[in-house]
């Protein structure tokens, strides 16, 4: 079983929709969460990170991170064209450095 | 600044053949690190390299090699090719914060025949 299992997708919805992307993983040592983004042919870049429990907002995105579910999710309103990418979570530990584990990514469209 | 840069962009090997991935960051960071992405598999560790002078394994190190060559290049090397190394191989760098945010490079997109 992976350290964090991520739902691929793909998953396309219209223009406008709410999107929730999660993942959940195994690890309780992990403390830092990460959202990347990765359009297509490209590098990831980080999109959003949070530390611990709780929620982040950060204009039409906001993660949320539940550790006793050990459960992280990122929420796009209002998603455009433009958002339309691969979403990959990312977690460490404390004493793991920058050693990051990542989900498998989901593939969103979203579409005018 | 360039960010993280990575030649080649492609290269196509025959399996049992060599080559050397390579790596330069202007940001001047002290970590850096090298992926694989196989669709399905998100991003795996390699290998690398916390501060100058040190190198340690990642999740599927077998295969390759690194060489930290100085705080701004970092390159991987497969010594004897094989396909199950056809994948896209992505270079990053970070410093050491709290979230040690990787900036990536635009990926090398190799295919072993």
């Known amino acids: 079983q992976k350290e964090v299992e991520q739902d691929p997708g793909p998953l396309s919805v219209p223009e406008g929709a709410i999107v929730s992307l999660n993942c959940t993983y195994s690890?309780?040592?992990?403390?830092?969460f990460m959202w990347y983004r990765q359009y297509s042919r490209k590098g990831p870049e980080l999109l959003m990170y949070t530390y611990s429990s709780g929620n982040k907002e950060d204009g039409r995105f906001t993660a949320q991170v539940d550790k006793s579910s050990k459960y992280i999710s990122l929420f796009i309103r209002d998603s455009q064209p433009s958002d339309s990418a691969t979403y990959l979570c990312a977690m460490r530990g404390g004493t793991s450095y920058g050693k990051l584990t990542f989900g498998q990514g989901t593939i969103l469209t979203v579409h005018p | 600044n360039a960010g993280v840069t990575q030649t080649p962009k492609f290269q196509v090997l025959k399996t049992g053949q060599s080559m050397t991935l390579q790596c330069a960051q202007d940001m001047n960071h002290n970590s850096m690190y090298w992926y694989r992405q196989d669709p399905g598999m998100g991003l795996r560790l390699i290998y690398y390299s916390a501060s100058e002078g040190t190198t340690d394994k990642g999740e599927v190190p077998n295969g390759y090699n690194v060489s930290r060559l100085n705080k701004r290049e970092f390159s991987l090397r497969l010594e004897s090719a094989a396909p199950s190394q056809t994948s896209v191989y992505f270079c990053a760098s970070s410093e050491w914060t709290d979230y040690y945010e990787q900036y990536f490079g635009p990926g090398t997109r190799l295919t072993v025949t």
């Open positions: 690890n309780s040592a992990f403390q830092y």
